[in-house]
């Protein structure tokens, strides 16, 4: 049975809940000629400016397409600029990468302690009516063919990138690629570089035959800043129920929290926890309330603002503000940050904790229907 939790509605001037309240909302990026989507956001150690990372691909509905979908043959990833805390962005994006085979999905940032910013991304590829038979790719979506994720680099803030690099396949696991190759790692969510100075990132990777349907979610490790990955061991797996699209957060005693998106659960949020730094994780647990996909960032005093997407009606933008430790997921009142979305197609959102006190929080969103954009919500506290 669903746990019931308190809403508390943020309206811009509302009363603070827990100290935190919303001061508005913005438009981040909007072009009505591109479908954007799926966005990250880092404040960068060197210049202070922020840099917001989506993906971005034509509108097909302008192009007499009846719909929208997620994949793209021409999707790629992009990114733009603020050097005044996020008050205006560049109008132009960057181009981070825009791969050969196919369209990419959801460029999830992560700066390293050194300056290094990686870029976790992963790869549809348009089979355009092919005979699957004749194509080995495990995991398809319509005529798309999924193979698997990749990383890019940067040293020079974002502004030129090194890679792809694909990852390693979950050991012991069947799935292919396009190719017939093992199936590189993926993942939509928050890397983290722990206290000990490795890049963490979990990792969803088909069951295969005889574990049941869908998705469970893996640890990978990298001790040399992204170049390599190492298995560690598996977050959450379950015959019935399916993990996806994690974002990991190390707590300041050095446990490591992993905010799960689930099928098979009725959209409910699950959480799994380390505290021997990822080597094993404590079974997972349900929290109740629904939402995807989580991200949570450090607040100055500790506390966590954990944000996700809402879709079930009125839809929107929701958070939570947790405990330092992050013990208090299943409990914590909801606040809702946004609830005039025109429907499930919105979401995503990614926050950064920025100086004086305050929050962004990035997401994507539409209202009726219409041009999907990256917008976003301030915070104080």
């Known amino acids: 049975m669903a746990l019931v939790t308190r809403r508390v509605f943020l309206a811009s001037g509302a009363l603070p809940m827990g100290g935190v309240r919303k001061s508005g909302d913005i438009v981040i990026y909007s072009d009505e000629r591109y479908y954007s989507a799926f966005p990250s956001i880092v404040r960068l150690r060197r210049t202070g400016e922020l840099l917001a990372a989506f993906r971005r691909a034509p509108e097909r509905r302008r192009l007499g397409a009846k719909g929208v979908s997620h994949t793209d043959p021409n999707s790629q990833l992009v990114c733009v600029r603020s050097r005044d805390g996020g008050r205006s962005w560049s109008r132009e994006p960057e181009l981070i990468y825009a791969h050969p085979l196919g369209g990419s999905q959801d460029p999830c940032l992560l700066e390293l302690r050194d300056g290094t910013l990686l870029c976790a991304s992963y790869l549809w590829i348009w089979m355009g009516g092919a005979d699957r038979a004749s194509v080995p790719a495990t995991v398809w979506l319509g005529d798309y063919a999924f193979q698997g994720g990749y990383l890019l680099r940067s040293s020079d803030s974002g502004r030129t990138w090194q890679g792809p690099f694909a990852p390693p396949p979950v050991p012991g696991r069947e799935a292919r690629d396009c190719f017939g190759a093992p199936l590189p790692a993926y993942n939509r969510g928050a890397m983290v570089q722990s206290r000990d100075g490795r890049v963490l990132w ?180």
Not at 252 to 271: C, M
Not at 318 to 338: F, G, K, Q, S
């Open 202 to 381: 979990a990792a969803a990777y088909p069951k295969g035959a005889g574990r049941g349907t869908g998705t469970d979610v893996h640890l990978l490790a990298s001790s040399d800043a992204g170049r390599t990955w190492r298995y560690q061991t598996v977050i959450a797996t379950d015959s019935k129920a399916s993990f996806s699209e994690t974002s990991l957060y190390e707590t300041p005693s050095g446990q490591l929290v992993a905010f799960l998106r689930t099928a098979g659960l009725d959209d409910h949020t699950a959480v799994a926890r380390s505290r021997d730094g990822g080597r094993t994780f404590e079974p997972w647990q349900d929290t109740g309330w629904q939402g995807h996909p989580h991200h949570a960032v450090r607040l100055e005093d500790n506390r966590v603002l954990l944000v996700y997407g809402y879709r079930h009606p009125p839809f929107g933008i929701r958070a939570r503000l947790l405990n330092p430790e992050c013990t208090d997921a299943a409990e914590a009142p909801e606040m809702v940050l946004r609830d005039d979305g025109g429907g499930t197609d919105l979401g995503y959102p990614w926050a950064v904790a920025l100086p004086g006190r305050r929050v962004l929080a990035a997401y994507y969103f539409q209202k009726d229907n219409g041009t999907r954009h990256i917008g976003g919500t301030w915070l104080e506290y």
